[in-house]
């Protein structure tokens, strides 16, 4: 296998045994960017000289020996939303075509500590607005599983990386599932920790009660170290819980008897692609199979769930977004004046989709409103969530289809936003709780694009959960499969 | 009809805390532009804000001292509207639930005493500074002072004229300036008010038609700007004419309020809680820590001043503006219990040295021109009497130049008084001697050369001569015949 | 109709976003579509429920206060649209 198809736990241990050089993994990274870009399309900028730089000096540590992260001199991506000082970051947004940051987030940062390399930022949809990466202002990019179809969103460019061998794992951001559905379109793992987990200072904020950072990578032992390196509390992210992280990688023995696995009705209702159905089911009936216990629940106010995100989260998004105004930093259109600079440089420099979600918060956030919708919304938040609560009393996990289909063709559901929102059904209700949620391969459709399962866990269970996800993963063989990019 | 006037007052004060509200930028005045700025305080992507514990820590303080009720769980919330010195299109404030509420002050004394009730005390943030030039079709934004901690003081409208107004606003701020949760200054901004002003027919219990009068820029503006606009409303009223909701600009220079130049977009701020930061819960533990650390307030002390030292209320009302004036003024008492005495040369020389030199722009004055104990000494070596009140005088500039004690000064030059009996009648038998035709003059009628006399004792003497002692002897032997 | 033309207007303006007439017309049949949708939320009683402000229990995250950033301006400046010194160049500001 060449070095760019390998996973971090698998090129770590070589690394540190100095079989290979990560200015050897990194050239074999670059190499394989060369090859698919074109068709892929994953990124929007490339750091080659000082991936390489950074490889080096990666190299320099690794010699000197000691102890070390095992994401020393490791090529990972990072989705265009996370601030990295002195490179271009746009968030796919015009209205951030050419900002360079003076400042490092702290993901970015305790990556950097760790001595990884950074490969480069890759596509998303603007503002993470969207569940297929389309609203990106600047390029397309495709599933590298089927480049007629989306790789998800809206941490596409992210998932495609990885899926395509682009980079050896990723970070993205997820606020109603923008991890985990694009993880389940590429058949890679994706993971969305609680709320709280990792910071989110230096990440663009697009909803903030639900924006979480998270790993996506080629399997969960990966994810695992990936979510390890930037956990923690940070104090300049007041909303950042002080929970000890616990060693997420050692604990995945590949054991699941006894675990209570419950199954929400609500999630298995008809209208999903019967493939999905059949492959969750049949992934279930394994797990069942290698000891895990399976339990009925219910999550009765799912229905509500996409109503209330498209509420809340579009409401913080009006507020958040306020800030890109054309006079510190960005795009600024021509104005005779303030107010027209305003209007225009907005206008402009926002895509359909934003102005679409703007709007929406704007309007549940005004006056006359805000009662009957903001408030609303976040009383029957506070319903989903018990409803969390109350199933996790009968059960340690939660199962369900990621998405109700496998990943749809480019174009197919940019007319109505409203069918774009409901695709985020299963997702949507793990933000709202703030719950720890993961994706990962369980099988594929009659057309061979990967199915995704999702497994939830309680506050700060990420331990469970990948244990668990690690075991059934280590029970098949869906992980092991690529992408055929001729 | 008759018509009477309803007030409210809004205040923002600017925290004497050392960093901004939500970062750790400096909040020190008069820096060059952008200077004391951040990626938080200037709103870039991905930035979050951290509450600053101090200023917490302030607002319960400020309203302890208003007598407000602490809310035990409060929260933050976002302010939204777009300006060029509001970086993130919104500003931190607090809206449904602020920190204090309820409180009052008290203005007036004695009969005249009133509470002005306070609706809330909140925290919030400053925006920036927009410099419009003259020239040109652009402005300047420098946001150094975004993300200063401000406390916002609503009061209810419960003030019926301006001189109540400028009577609270002075209270507030003695007692701000006694906290040291602010400094106070209207003229640089540290303490700003805008004033809600109506009127209504006499006896009627509905509120009329309110107007906001903003830029305002001194207790005095404050005043005049209240008195225009009452005269304004009540003219207009009398005209059958409407009165509009709106906001005024105080003219300074016109002496008038005038209308802001039409408002394009109605304001929806579009209130609701941060969701970057936690709620805030104060415990009672809490509170109890900052209630012991306050110190004695203005109108309490002033209270005490009239009762404690007999002084009469001005005195009283001027030494207890200041607390390090208080402070000083009680640290002579202790020394010397003359406390008439020690206000006097306060509240004359001490104060007008302080204004020359400008050392009342502090907020606490570290270095006194005269020590209190200095001064009591002073005060003590008149009393008694080592020195005359006018030899103190030059004591006293003596003791500003060189910083020496009193004792010492006299001593070296020797001005120590003269109460020696004797040697003073030997002085005024001289002067009688020496000038025959006033005292035929003195008694013949004319009082009025008796200061002749007592200056030439004065002059024999080289000022020492206890004038007491002076005017008793003078008095006998020019009398006696 | 849970939003008008009219409605759309004045919240496009409060967003600071100048729709053309096509968008104007396409936002209001949209927004009204998902307005519709959030209608089953009316549905729902929530008489007694609290509103979920955060969704992990916490409260009280401080900083002491101290100064501990230093100038930068510069780097603060370097994305400026357009400046003049180490001020902001805006368009002007009619007070």
Redesign the interface.
Known sequence: MSLHELTIHELAARLKQREISSVDVTQSIFARIEATEERIGSYITLCQESALAEARRADERLKAGGRSSPLLGIPIALKDIFITKGIRTTCSSKILDNFVPPYDGMAVAKLKNAGAVIVGKTNMDEFAMGSSTENSAFSVTRNPWNVERVPGGSSGGSAAAVAADQCIAALGTDTGGSIRQPAACCGIVGLKPTYGRVSRFGVIAFASSLDQVGPMAKDTADCALLLEAVAGHDPADSTSVPAPVAAYATNLDGKMTGVKLGLPKEYFISGMQPEVEQAVKAAVRQMEQNGAEIIDVSLPHTEYAVAVYYIIATAEASSNLARYDGMKYGYRARGKDLAETYFRTRQEGFGPEVKRRIMLGTYALSAGYYDAYYVKAQKVRALIKKDFDEAFKKCDLIVTPTSPTTAFKIGEKTADPLQMYLSDIFTISVNLAGLPGLSLPCGFDNEGMPIGMQIIGKHFDEARMLKIAHAYESATEWHKTKPKLS | MNYEPVIGLEVHAQMLTASKIFCGCATRFGDAPNDNTCPVCMGFPGVLPVLNKRVVEFAIRLGLATHCEISRRSRFARKNYFYPDLPKGYQISQYELPVCEHGYLEIGAGEGKKKIRLTRIHMEEDAGKNIHEARGDYSLVDLNRTGVPLLEIVSEPDIRSSAEAGNYLRNLRAIVQYLEVCDGNMEEGSFRCDANVSVRPVGAQELGTKVEIKNLNSFKAVEKAIDSEIERQIHTLSEGGKLVQETRLWDAEREVTRSMRSKEFAHDYRYFPDPDLLPLVVDDKWIAEIESSLPELPAAREQRFVNQYGLPRYDAEVLTGRRDVADYFETAVKLHGNPKAISNWVMGDLFRVIKERKLDEALRIREWPVPAEHLAAMIKMIDEGKISGKIAKSVFSEMLASGAAPETIVREKGLEQVSDTASIEAAVDQVIAGNPKVVADYRGGNEKSFGFFVGQVMKATQGKASPQIVNEILRRKLAAQ | MK?TRE??K??????????SEE?ESR?TE??D???Q??E???R?D?TN????????D????????????E???E????????R????????????
């Open positions: 939003i409605e759309v004045r919240v496009a303006l409060l967003a600071r976003l100048q729709l968008e936002l949209q927004l579509n998902i307005l949708y959030m089953k939320l009316g729902l929530t429920v609290e509103p979920l402000a955060h969704a992990v916490i409260v009280n995250a401080f900083r002491e206060d101290r100064v501990t950033n100038p930068q301006p780097s603060l400046l370097a994305n400026a649209p357009d003049e010194n180490t001020f902001f160049k805006v368009p002007k500001i009619i007070e």
